[in-house]
């Protein structure tokens, strides 16, 4: 039983970076933008986290911090994507490019020591119910925030004007544009947002997940993120979902390099990018699917007519 | 080719400002950055060094980006390269066969191309998005490389570092002189511009390839095959990364290690960008990104500065090149009234 709530609790803990980028960039791609540079956005989100924390900052401002970073790093990509018109992908790479690079110029000085990571709530009673409150009720407040942006944005893009006007843009800038609305502000507003979320899940990786600075400690969460939206079929509830399945994966893989299962702990840490691989494959298959909630303007560069 | 000038010049500008900030002369720190590395025939020769596996990668990946097919997992591509080609040169029976070199470059050809074909296969078969394929693939090629030089493949006489043992003399090639690093490989590159020059501009598939990225619906009209694109332009890549892996453990590594590439098959990718993803404009690219990493080391060593500052330099310089390219191709224009 130990065992299982081990495997559970991680299970949501691990998801909860994955949670953020991923929402992020759904309402980013829900808007017909494609942004790659999740990697780079989260690298600053988590260095500015940990250099804020090392500051003395208390930890919902370092938390803040990080969210700004991501934010910052995501008016890079904007700027380039948005006003100049240029190749998304391109715009997106060289974002992943810089993001690394300049977290770990930012990092050069931080040194190895660990911090005193965010603390968990015990929340009260509830914490104290036999099995649920060890499995529910016992995480760190980011935990919960990732659900309550889930329900935010779930509610967002389908049940108000703001998120249809949103979709809308990302189906046809053009319509939308005819009918008046500032295609290029509201896409910005998508991206930055996009880059809020990066930065927040960068910051729960480095002061809460894993709260010490290593060189690119993402790891490729922020591609895998990007692939949990298609995988989603940029659908919120299944962007959570995903992120849970990916989540335990991780888990599952650290437990099993922990009981010291007898294969090579490579194969094991390679599982989440193999499992990426073949759950792209498998929802590749359904083209009706992933045609039906794909924002049809995706990547394609949009400029008003004056 | 404005663009790609505007966009080093800004750079720099960029870069002496960020140097100022960290409270270095500017001006004294370019010069370390971008001039002493090259004030020497040793500094020559890791010039060049560097520069070719960056423009033999570029000009694989440029055939794939012509044609929208991304592939970005070069890196992964150059490691399997690397493992094959060194695979070989461990356990080929005869160490000192003049076969050895020939048979290594082929297996880090196949090698890479076998791990570019399997995100080709599922683009063009299953649909599936191959940006995010060739990324997932160069994170298992890169523990794969560890799994090998941690366990199986771990020299015994090598004190328990996670490396290979040292290829023999027949599995290197000849430096030109002994006394500098840079050696014969750099004829591959050379060899594979010209291929690329002759795909590109003189070929009819390289104009179709054109086609199928510049204008996709009027390729499909013409009946130019997608999947003919996605193969061709990912076997290339792969082919290149997988052989440039090849040329650095037969030349500067001489056996594996956990890290063997400092991030060339991610460069490889802007330096085609500003090559304009054509041959002669990807030497030079090639040429000015590894001074990037030359630079890099070289601020790092003598001014105790990181050696990050080059993937913020790769950054800055693929940033302002995308944006110089919209002064470019959308030229401002007074529009006289009542025209």
């Not at chain 1, 998801?15 to 790659?36: D, R």
């Not at chain 2, 570019?116 to 599922?122: H, M, N, Q, T, V």
């Not at chain 2, 090998?148 to 020299?155: C, I, K, Q």
């Not at chain 2, 990912?234 to 030349?251: F, H, Q, T, Y």
Request: hydrophobic share 60%.
């Amino acid at each position: 039983m130990d065992l299982f709530i081990a495997i559970f609790t991680g299970t949501i803990i691990a998801a909860t970076p994955l949670i953020f980028a991923a929402l992020g960039e759904l309402v980013v791609e829900k808007s017909g933008v494609l942004n790659l540079g999740i990697e780079g956005m989260m690298l600053m989100g988590a260095a500015f986290a940990f250099w804020a924390v090392i500051a003395g900052l208390p930890m919902p401002v370092a938390i803040l911090a990080g969210a700004l970073g991501g934010a910052a790093a995501s008016l890079l990509f904007g700027v380039l994507a948005l006003t100049f018109l240029t190749n998304q992908y391109a715009a997106g790479l060289a974002l992943a490019i810089f993001g690394s690079g300049v977290s770990a110029f930012l990092g050069r000085n931080f040194g190895s020591a660990p911090i005193d990571a965010l603390k968990k709530i015990y929340i009260p009673y509830l914490s104290d119910i036999p099995v649920v409150g060890p499995m529910l009720f016992r995480f760190d407040p980011m935990v919960y925030f990732a659900i309550v942006m889930f329900f935010v944005i779930s509610w967002f893009l389908y049940r108000t004007k703001g998120g249809l006007v949103l979709r809308t843009i990302g189906e046809s800038p053009e319509t939308a544009h005819a009918i008046g609305y500032p295609v290029i502000r509201i896409r910005y507003l998508a991206v930055l947002f996009g880059g809020l979320m990066a930065g927040l899940a960068g910051a729960y990786l480095s002061v809460a997940y894993t709260p010490l600075w290593v060189e690119n400690m993402t790891a490729g969460k922020g591609w895998i993120s990007l692939a949990l939206v298609v995988f989603a079929t940029w659908r919120p509830l299944r962007v959570l979902l995903g992120a849970w399945l990916f989540g335990g994966m991780t888990i599952l893989q650290l437990q099993g390099q922990a009981l010291g299962i007898a294969v090579p702990s490579e194969l094991l840490s390679a599982l989440p990018y193999l499992a990426t691989i073949i759950v792209l494959v498998i929802i590749s298959q359904n083209r009706q699917m992933l045609a039906l909630h794909f924002p049809a303007s995706l990547a394609k560069p949009f400029r008003p007519a004056t | 080719m404005a663009a790609p000038v505007i966009a080093t010049g800004l750079t720099l500008l960029v870069g002496s400002l960020l140097f100022a900030v960290l409270g270095y002369d500017p001006l004294a720190t370019l010069q370390a950055f971008f001039i002493a590395p090259l004030n020497s025939l040793n500094g020559l020769s890791e010039w060049l060094l560097k520069a070719s596996p960056l423009i033999l990668i570029a000009c694989g990946l440029a055939v794939g980006f012509r044609a929208n097919v991304w592939n970005i997992g070069a890196e992964g591509q150059l490691i399997i390269g690397a493992i094959a080609a060194c695979g070989v040169g461990l356990f080929y029976p005869d160490p000192d066969s003049i076969l050895l070199l020939p048979l290594m470059f082929f297996a880090g050809a196949i090698a890479g191309m076998a791990w570019a074909a399997i995100p080709a296969f599922l683009r063009a078969r299953m649909n599936t998005n191959e940006i995010l394929v060739t990324l997932m693939l160069t994170y298992i090629a890169t523990l794969l490389l560890s799994w090998l030089v941690h366990g199986p493949w771990r020299d015994p006489a090598g004190f328990n570092y996670p490396q290979t043992a040292l290829l023999s003399a027949a599995a290197m090639f000849e430096p030109f002189d002994y006394a500098y690093r840079l050696n014969a490989s750099v004829f591959i590159t050379v060899v594979a511009v010209f291929l690329m020059w002759l795909f590109t501009d003189r070929s009819f598939l390289g104009y179709k390839m054109s086609v199928s990225g510049a204008a996709p619906l009027a390729a499909r009209y013409a009946g130019f095959r997608e999947s003919a694109a996605v193969w061709t332009g990912l076997l290339a890549g792969g082919a290149a990364a997988g052989i440039a892996g090849m040329a650095e453990v037969s030349g500067p590594l001489g056996q594996l290690s956990p890290q063997i590439s400092p991030g060339y098959g991610f460069a490889a990718i802007i330096v085609a960008f500003i090559g304009r993803l054509n041959a002669f404009g990807i030497v030079l690219g090639g040429l000015l990104m590894s001074l990037l990493f030359l630079g890099g080391e070289a601020v790092q060593m003598n001014l105790g500065l990181s050696a990050a500052l080059t993937r913020i330099f790769q950054g800055i310089l693929l940033f302002f090149l995308l944006a110089a390219d919209f002064f470019i191709f959308y030229r401002l224009r007074r529009i006289p009234e009542h025209a």
